[in-house]
């Protein structure tokens, strides 16, 4: 690969530990950093400041907003009803605009938790995912997923069926879900992961989560990712009902289960843990588990706030997602990381998140969640040349004293309006504020064409989903999945 040199006016070389550099010249060879020189001030690129590329710890790569076909805002039992009406849309394409999207968010990398639960279309789904990540260039993780449990309500599918009048009983009671351990699913993903699998796509096992996998294939998970080394990235613990469910279901907690399974390993990721508990947080950090927190997801679907001061006290790692719900119902990361920050940086005099631990969560603890090996997070001679820059003298127009740390204007004020471009192992995948190779816009208007054509869902598809959501509603009200006969 040929040399590329970039001018830049400011560059955190290590954020949050020191001060941005001024007036550099960086050089980017064989997807590295060769070298960081000081040159004169001024002159193009006088404005930029260049930090290592964002990474979206969590997502799933929507390209058509669940809002955009009726599945607005709810509490996230509620909300999954909704998305039963997702548009069976081209993988591809979809994967296309999700990708495009983030990369103008300024990431770099993204845990790409696909959405297909349809098991014998995941070979050819991946396949198209695969190609999206080749022309848009972020990195990409791509987990697998396995759900063969509690489709519906936590308690099973069938459990619902009594909150829903006799008529929607008849409607749904022939749609019911099969609930059967899935071990082959455990199976497939060694085989996606030989046909697909690169340094810039990675592939990992995605259980949904321990409320809908069934033990046994949890322990398969288990086994075959200790004995290939692979990943596994999994929601936990994300809303109260769930934190109930597995109470019930696992007296010694749910934590300890997964442990006593050989589940837990600085190989696992976990999205969420909002509703962790002082001993289960003190577990997974000892077996260096990573949480992927998603704030605003967090809120926008009532889960609540993750104890990331808990997290801290223990030694947790952590890092951040969107989760495809970000706060502006976008995918700018900048926004969702200062959101983060504010939010758990407490009430006190002193920080309870300073910008050093925030940088090293959103840098350092992220990288391994998307496959990353090596150090991640500081732009210097030999690091990866994942690189966001960011007009900065756009944040920092009014500012007019010299000595304000360029990483708080940075923190306080950046958001994706402000991206120049991005490099992503030396690729440059955003240039000037647009993607050089993909028409993202051509992609979205493809993207809707295609869901209105096939007029999905149709208007008494919704009707009939708006009645499922408000029967499970008043299945977790009464406490239904508490008492679930199991
Ligand atoms: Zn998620």
Redesign the pocket.
């Known amino acids: 690969m040929m040399a590329r040199q970039l001018a830049v006016g400011r560059v955190m070389t290590a954020p949050g530990q020191s001060k941005p550099k001024r007036d550099v010249i960086l050089t980017l060879a064989d997807g590295r950093i060769a070298s960081v020189e000081p040159r004169a001030g001024g002159g193009d690129g006088a404005g930029l400041i260049a930090v290592p590329a964002m990474i979206n710890a969590?997502?799933?790569g929507y390209g058509i907003a669940p809002i955009a076909f009726g599945a607005t805002d709810d509490a996230l039992e509620c909300w999954i009803t909704g998305l039963s009406v997702r548009p069976s849309i081209d993988p591809k394409l979809e994967a296309l605009a999700a990708f495009g999207r983030m990369a103008l968010g300024g990431i770099g990398a993204t845990v790409h938790?696909h959405n297909s639960l349809v098991a014998d279309r995941l070979e050819a789904e991946v396949a198209g995912v695969a190609q999206a990540q080749r022309e848009v260039g972020i990195r990409v993780a791509f987990c697998c997923p396995i759900l063969d449990r509690n489709a519906w309500v936590y308690g099973g599918p069938s459990a619902l069926l009594p909150w829903l009048s006799e008529a929607d009983r008849a409607r749904l009671s022939n749609r019911l879900p099969r609930e059967v351990p899935a071990r082959h699913l455990v199976a497939q993903v060694e085989a996606i992961a030989s046909q697909h699998e690169t340094d810039m796509f990675q592939i990992q096992y995605g259980p949904i989560g321990p409320q809908w996998c069934h033990d046994a294939t949890l322990e398969a998970i288990a086994e075959a990712s200790a004995a290939r080394g692979r990943r596994i990235h999994m929601?936990l613990l994300?809303s109260r009902r769930q934190r109930e469910w597995l109470d019930a279901r696992y007296p010694g907690g749910v934590v300890k289960f997964l442990d006593k399974i050989g589940f837990l390993s600085p190989r696992l990721t976990v999205?969420?843990g909002v509703w962790l508990s002082e001993d289960d947080c003190a577990l997974l950090a000892e077996r260096g588990v990573t949480v992927a927190l998603?704030t605003s997801?967090n809120l926008r679907l009532r889960s609540g706030m993750a104890p990331v001061q808990m997290f801290q006290r223990h030694g947790i790692r952590f890092a951040f997602?969107l989760?495809?719900s970000a706060f502006d119902d976008d995918q700018d990361f900048l926004r969702d990381l200062r959101l983060a920050w504010l939010l758990h940086n407490g009430s006190e005099l002193d920080s309870r998140l300073s910008p050093d631990r925030l940088f090293q969560a959103a840098y350092r603890d992220a990288f391994p969640v998307v496959g990353g090996s090596g150090a991640y997070g500081r732009i210097k001679p030999g690091t990866t040349a994942d690189i966001a820059i960011y007009d900065y003298h756009a944040m920092a127009r009014d500012i007019y004293v010299d000595d304000v740390d360029a990483a708080e204007v940075f923190l306080t004020r950046g958001t994706a309006r402000h991206l120049n471009s991005v490099f992503v192992a030396g690729r440059e995948v955003v240039r000037d504020g647009a993607l050089p190779d993909l028409d993202l816009a051509a992609v979205e208007n493809e993207l809707h064409a295609r869901a209105r054509a096939d007029l999905t869902p149709s208007p008494r598809q919704r009707a009939l989903i708006g009645r499922q959501r408000e029967a499970t509603r008043r299945y977790y009200a009464d406490g239904a999945h508490t008492k679930a006969n199991r």
Do not use: P, T
């Open positions: 969590h997502d799933h938790c929601h994300e999205a969420h998603n997801s997602g989760d495809g």
